[in-house]
Structures are given as C-alpha cells and as structure tokens.
DNA sequence: GCGCGAATAT
DNA sequence: AATATTCGCG
C-alpha cells in the first residue's frame, strides 16, 4: 500500500519534470512556430495529456528515453517519438525530407517494437536537424535535380562558439558536437564512394563535395572514411577462424565486394531491401556497403544500406 | 596552410 | 564501437 503510494508520487514527480522540459521545449518551438506547426501542436498536445494524466489517474510510464547523445537542439524529437506511438499517423509532413528513407527504417519488427522506434527516432532526428527552424535556410534547396539533393542542416548551434546566441558555447578546449551518421547519410557517403571510384580512391574532399550535405566537414567525413575503410579491410588475423565461421559470403561484382546475400537477392541498385528478411538488426545483415577491396570483409552491424554495383 | 592518412584520444 | 583530434608528410 504504501509501497504503492511512494511509487505513484515518484512516477507523479517524474511526469511533473516531464511536463517541465516539454514546456521548455515548447518555449523554443515557438518561436518557430512558422516552421514547425506540427510539432508545436504535437508538444502542446503531449504537455495537456501529461497534464490530465497526472492528475487523473496520477500514474504515468514516462521514459526519459532518447539515444545517440544527438545534436545540440534536443528540440521537439522526444515528443515526437512518444506521438509517433500514441496518435501521430495522419500528419506525414515530412516529406520534406527527400530521397528515399523508406527501407531501413521501414522494416519493422512487431516483436522490438523499442528498437524500430530508436531507429525512426534516429533518422527522424538527423532529417529534422537539418531540416531545422534556421528561417534562413530556404527548403526550396529541397528540390531535387535528378537524384542530387542538398541537405541542410542548421549548423549556428554547432559551430558557431560565440556568434550563438547565450548557452551553448564551445569554450577553447570544448570537444566538437559529435556527428551522427544516420543511415540517410551513410547512404549518401557510399553513393559518393561509389561515384568517386571506391573507399580507397575517393577523397574525403571529394565525398564532401559530392555528398553535399550543408555543415558536414571535411573531418568528419574523413573520420568516417577512416572507419568505414577500416571496417572494410580484412578482418582476419586475430581472430580467425572462429565463432564467426557462418559469415556471409561474398561476391564480386564489378570489382566490388557485396555480400551475397545482396547480390543474390537481386537487388541491384538501392531502394528494394532484405525483403523478407526485414534486416532488423542483428547477426547477418548489417552491412558497410559495397566497397573495392580485395579481401573479403565481413563488418559489423548497422547502417544497412543497399549495396549498387558501381561503375568503376 | 591545405588535405590526407594514420595514430590517438574521448 | 563510433567520432573527434592530433600528428607527420607532401
């Protein structure tokens, strides 16, 4: 009984600072209120039905989620992501986002429902911030010249140390808001990889370039390529001929490596995903991509991302 | 100084 | 593991 009582006052605490921060966050949205209609109404929305739930019944399951120790603005997405649930469905304004996001996030797995919600939230995030409030960034950019688009991205909290207004400043010594590669951007550095003639010819420059994602740098595509080239290479050595005897085989196509599950699966360019399989997660199916490289690789999991014979 | 890749650091 | 930063080189 008690017992009950002290649980129930702690969950009413924990909502009442829900309801904080998401008047907070309303606070900002407001002020883009222009921009980001929807999801002003989504936080509003979500603040009153905090509001009834704690005094109705006064039990509420708030989970204080949110991953990826993402980008500055924590802005409207954890809400999001909680009404994505609960009503959301009709108001699918996001197309702005371009480019097809559909497979990876598109599978879904009834049974991990957490983790298909990570994943939206996460590609959510990553479109949004860049689709973010900066009146300045014009979404005519949206538009798309034959599969090029240029994404945007609001860059004024990252790397501006002063010119910010108040808070976030990067004092001398403050580490770099760290950049998270969405799939939506992985895709795009592989299709630049690609054109660009392979991890180990294409230039983190040049990806850059080709990628054209406003505020992405040069380090950091760099940085990526490292990893990627790193995943890429032959694993090998330390640990042989293990546990992982059941990887995936590879083939060549083009002077590419791709997995052959892809291959076979006769998904030549991107788009059409582990049908059947639903990728989701795990084992087998998260894949760098195709790369040149003579070895035969078997990375780690995450960023799927379907494999396009190149043209080399 | 720039851009790169490798080595480190976080 | 994934990013960021630093270092040495051309």
């Given at each position: 009984?008690?017992?009950?009582?002290?649980?129930?006052?702690?969950?009413?605490?924990?909502?009442?600072?829900?309801?904080?921060?998401?008047?907070?966050?309303?606070?900002?949205?407001?002020?883009?209120?222009?921009?980001?209609?929807?999801?002003?109404?989504?936080?509003?929305?979500?603040?009153?039905?905090?509001?009834?739930?704690?005094?109705?019944?006064?039990?509420?399951?708030?989970?204080?989620?949110?991953?990826?120790?993402?980008?500055?603005?924590?802005?409207?997405?954890?809400?999001?992501?909680?009404?994505?649930?609960?009503?959301?469905?009709?108001?699918?304004?996001?197309?702005?986002v371009e480019e097809e996001?559909?497979?990876?996030?598109?599978?879904?797995?009834?049974?991990?429902?957490?983790?298909?919600?990570?994943?939206?939230?996460?590609?959510?995030?990553?479109?949004?911030?860049?689709?973010?409030?900066?009146?300045?960034?014009?979404?005519?950019?949206?538009?798309?010249q034959m599969?090029?688009?240029?994404?945007?991205?609001?860059?004024?909290?990252?790397?501006?140390?002063?010119?910010?207004?108040?808070?976030?400043?990067?004092?001398?010594?403050?580490?770099?808001?760290?950049?998270?590669?969405?799939?939506?951007?992985?895709?795009?550095?592989?299709?630049?990889?690609?054109?660009?003639?392979?991890?180990?010819?294409?230039?983190?420059?040049?990806?850059?370039?080709?990628?054209?994602?406003?505020?992405?740098?040069?380090?950091?595509?760099?940085?990526?390529?490292?990893?990627?080239?790193?995943?890429?290479?032959?694993?090998?050595?330390?640990?042989?001929?293990?546990?992982?005897?059941?990887?995936?085989?590879?083939?060549?196509?083009?002077?590419?490596?791709?997995?052959?599950?892809?291959?076979?699966?006769?998904?030549?360019?991107?788009?059409?995903?582990?049908?059947?399989?639903?990728?989701?997660?795990?084992?087998?199916?998260?894949?760098?991509?195709?790369?040149?490289?003579?070895?035969?690789?078997?990375?780690?999991?995450?960023?799927?991302?379907?494999?396009?014979?190149?043209?080399?």
């Amino acid at each position: 009984m008690i017992k009950k009582l002290s649980i129930m006052d702690y969950n009413r605490e924990r909502c009442g600072q829900y309801i904080e921060t998401l008047e907070e966050e309303r606070r900002k949205i407001l002020v883009f209120q222009r921009e980001l209609p929807l999801c002003l109404d989504l936080v509003t929305q979500a603040i009153e039905r905090c509001k009834r739930e704690i005094t109705e019944t006064g039990t509420y399951n708030v989970y204080g989620q949110s991953e990826c120790s993402e980008q500055t603005t924590g802005q409207c997405t954890p809400v999001l992501e909680q009404f994505f649930n609960i009503k959301d469905s009709s108001t699918s304004n996001e197309e702005e986002v371009e480019e097809e996001l559909e497979d990876e996030q598109g599978n879904h797995d009834p049974e991990n429902d957490s983790e298909d919600k990570n994943m939206k939230s996460d590609w959510l995030k990553s479109v949004q911030l860049w689709n973010q409030p900066d009146p300045l960034l014009p979404k005519e950019e949206q538009s798309q010249q034959m599969m090029e688009t240029v994404v945007k991205r609001d860059e004024s909290m990252r790397e501006d140390p002063m010119a910010n207004s108040g808070e976030r400043r990067r004092r001398e010594t403050e580490r770099k808001q760290r950049r998270c590669w969405s799939s939506q951007l992985h895709r795009r550095f592989l299709n630049a990889l690609q054109h660009l003639g392979g991890p180990h010819v294409a230039t983190p420059k040049q990806i850059r370039e080709f990628m054209k994602v406003d505020g992405l740098t040069n380090d950091e595509v760099k940085s990526h390529l490292q990893k990627y080239r790193l995943h890429t290479r032959r694993p090998s050595q330390t640990v042989p001929n293990n546990g992982n005897s059941q990887k995936q085989h590879f083939v060549v196509v083009g002077g590419l490596w791709v997995p052959q599950s892809d291959y076979s699966t006769g998904k030549t360019t991107r788009g059409a995903t582990t049908s059947g399989t639903t990728t989701t997660t795990t084992t087998t199916a998260g894949i760098y991509g195709a790369m040149a490289a003579p070895p035969a690789p078997q990375w780690p999991s995450h960023f799927n991302f379907t494999p396009s014979i190149i043209v080399e």
